[in-house]
Each structure stands twice: as structure tokens, then as C-alpha cells.
């Protein structure tokens, strides 16, 4: 049963502090999404990856955040330095992103990284 | 901006039929349209999708009127496990044409289903 994986579940940590998101997209997938979720804001599109390549990364502070894929197997999301603000639930999901919006695209997602930041 | 209209929230009886409205009169003709679902602390659920014709699966009813302005989702016997925050979503192509698949959420409806 293919599933998305994150890591870590849960992270609490102190302003300042670096933070690490880590995903494995579905096996065969091509295209990586990053969300956040906020009871304010709702889900946000951050960032999201094409063959490894970021294709928009528009949603997310360029200032803190970094999202890359050093290799098909693992995409990562960090935060540094992070603030109270980022805490969150981090979403990670995959697809086989198609190009075109006419076409079926399903997106995967993993169960989400809970960042608290004190 | 989601570009769909959603109600905030809406109620059902278990094992009564739930049906979920989404407006999306701005849709064109060639673009999708999606639900999926997001049950408490898990990360959201594909449930269906749909261009012209009326959908079914194994979890639902996609019912897309024939002007593709506005679309229901049906879930025909609710259980206690189908509460959930409901998201009905284009997938919106970039300024090139191309979309990869981004999705733009709203703020969903927030099904409760009751015993």
C-alpha cells in the first residue's frame, strides 16, 4: 500500500531554532507538494516540485524558508530561523502531475508534520 | 482565492444521504473539478472528480449540472466516520497554461454526520 511518509510526526522547538521537514513522495510520483495548515489561514499551497525541479515556490517566505529534493526519494522543508508563527501542521503530498488541468490528477498526501514553535 | 463557494458547514443523519453543493461558476470548459475530504488531524483524502458527466465511486456521487456551474457531492448512506471538512477545488492552470496538479483550497464545508 503506497503511501507519502513524513517525518518527524510531531517537532516542538524554540524561536530560533532550525527546523527539518522531511517526505518520501509515493514511488513513481514526479511532482512534490508542501502545505500548511493554520486554523486562521486554512491549507496553503507553499511550494511544490517537478522532476526534483521547484516549479513555484511562491506561498512560502523566501527569508526563513527552503524547500529542495535531493533526490526523487526525499523532499525537505526548512525553517530557519523559526518563529511562533510557523507553528503549523506541515502537509507533504505527490502526484503524477499531470501538465495540463484538463487531465486527472489525484494528489497524495502524507499525515503532516505538527510544528510547534515556543 | 479557491474560486469555488462552499457552505461553511452542514448536518446529516446517519445513514441518510449527505449531499454537498459547490459553486464554481467561473469554471472553464476543460478544467476538473475535485473533492476531497479531510478527516480530524489527517492529512486530506482524494474522493472523486469530474468534467461533464455525473461520477460514482466507491466513496461517493459526483453530480455536475450540465452548465459545469455547480457540482453536488453525494455520500449516500453517512456514517459517523464520513464527519469530515469537505473540499470542492479546480485545479487552476498557470498563466502558461500548465498546472501540475496545484490545488487551491478553500475553506471546505464541515460535515457532521449524527447518530
Known amino acids: 500500500d503506497a503511501r507519502v511518509t513524513q517525518t518527524p510526526r510531531d517537532k516542538v522547538t524554540e524561536m530560533g531554532q532550525e527546523v527539518t521537514m522531511r517526505c518520501q513522495p509515493i514511488l513513481g510520483h514526479n511532482t512534490v507538494f508542501w502545505y500548511r495548515q493554520t486554523m486562521m489561514q486554512g491549507l496553503e499551497l507553499l511550494a511544490y516540485f517537478r522532476n526534483r525541479a521547484p516549479l513555484d515556490d511562491s506561498g512560502m517566505p523566501k527569508d526563513r524558508f527552503s524547500a529542495e529534493m535531493p533526490d526523487a526519494t526525499l523532499a525537505t522543508l526548512k525553517i530557519q530561523p523559526s518563529e511562533p508563527r510557523d507553528s503549523a501542521v506541515y502537509f507533504c503530498?505527490?502526484?503524477?502531475?499531470?501538465?495540463?488541468?484538463?487531465?486527472?490528477?489525484?494528489?497524495?498526501f502524507g499525515p503532516g508534520t505538527r510544528l510547534t514553535v515556543l | 482565492d479557491a474560486k469555488t463557494t462552499q457552505p461553511p458547514s452542514m448536518d446529516c443523519a446517519e445513514g441518510r444521504a449527505a449531499n454537498l453543493p459547490c459553486n464554481h461558476s467561473?469554471?472553464?470548459?476543460?478544467?476538473?473539478v475535485y473533492w476531497y475530504r479531510q478527516i480530524h488531524s489527517q492529512g486530506p483524502q482524494y474522493i472523486i472528480h469530474?468534467?461533464?458527466n455525473n461520477e460514482t465511486n466507491e466513496m461517493a456521487s459526483l453530480i455536475i449540472t450540465e452548465d459545469r456551474k455547480s457540482s453536488t457531492l453525494i455520500l449516500p448512506h453517512a456514517t459517523l466516520r464520513d464527519t469530515a471538512v469537505y473540499y470542492c477545488?479546480?485545479?487552476?492552470?498557470?498563466?502558461?497554461?500548465?498546472?501540475?496538479?496545484?490545488?487551491?483550497f478553500g475553506q471546505g464545508t464541515i460535515l457532521t454526520v449524527h447518530p
Open positions: 469530474g468534467l461533464k
Open positions: 477545488l479546480r485545479i487552476i492552470p498557470n498563466a502558461g497554461g500548465t498546472s501540475y496538479g496545484k490545488l487551491t
Open positions: 467561473t469554471i472553464s470548459g476543460n478544467e476538473y
Open positions: 503530498a505527490s502526484g503524477l502531475g499531470s501538465t495540463s488541468a484538463s487531465s486527472y490528477n489525484e494528489q497524495f
